[in-house]
């Protein structure tokens, strides 16, 4: 009976531990973040763009503060605490929306991810299709042009415009005024 148990056990596949998720980043200290070293680029460029909307912000609120008109000393404090403590507070909020926030550095090390994924053009690429659409556009610039200029004459001639119109036109085309 001992052998058979033995031979059942090795055939069945082995028992592994059940994977471990990596601890929520709100335990321990407020600012760990969450899965260093992943989706850096993306986590930067968001934070420093989050940090210019928050520097912006704060400048204007800072400005719109002389509206309040109060005591002397208190203005004072007042202009330089108040955006000192929103400008604080967005950046701790910019810290947690890229760094601790669990659904949002998720989304940003995907992204990241298929980034890396895209085929970018080359420099050659991009100058011969920016070349396309550059003489794409004056040529149709042009046969715009000349079928508009088609339709003057062809309007004067039946009488719907008159002369003076069309000197005016072609005089301010020139440069002449008038």
């Known amino acids: 009976m001992a052998e058979r148990e033995a031979k059942l056990s090795s055939l069945a596949p082995p028992v592994s531990e059940p994977k471990?998720?990596?601890?929520?980043?709100?335990?321990?200290s407020p600012f760990k973040i969450y899965k260093p070293g992943q989706g850096q680029y993306v986590r930067w460029g968001s934070a420093i763009g989050g940090a210019a909307l928050a520097l912006f912000g704060v400048a204007?609120?800072?400005?719109?503060?002389v509206l309040l008109r109060l005591a002397d000393p208190w203005e004072f404090y007042v202009r330089t605490f108040v955006p000192v403590l929103i400008l604080a507070a967005a950046g701790y909020c910019i810290f947690w929306a890229v760094g601790r926030n669990e659904r949002i550095c998720e989304f940003m090390i995907a992204t990241e991810g298929e980034m890396k994924k895209v085929n970018w053009s080359s420099r050659r690429e991009v100058w011969g299709a920016t070349r396309v659409v550059i003489f794409t556009v004056v040529m149709l610039g042009l046969i715009l042009a000349i079928v508009d200029l088609a339709f003057i004459l062809l309007f004067s001639g039946i009488g719907v415009l008159r002369m003076h119109i069309l000197e005016r036109l072609f005089g301010n085309i020139a440069g002449g005024g008038g």
Do not use: K, M, N, Q
């Not at 471990?20 to 321990?28: H, I, L, T």
């Not at 204007?60 to 503060?65: K, N, T």
């Open 60 to 65: 204007f609120i800072r400005d719109e503060l």
């Open 20 to 28: 471990r998720e990596a601890p929520a980043p709100s335990a321990g």
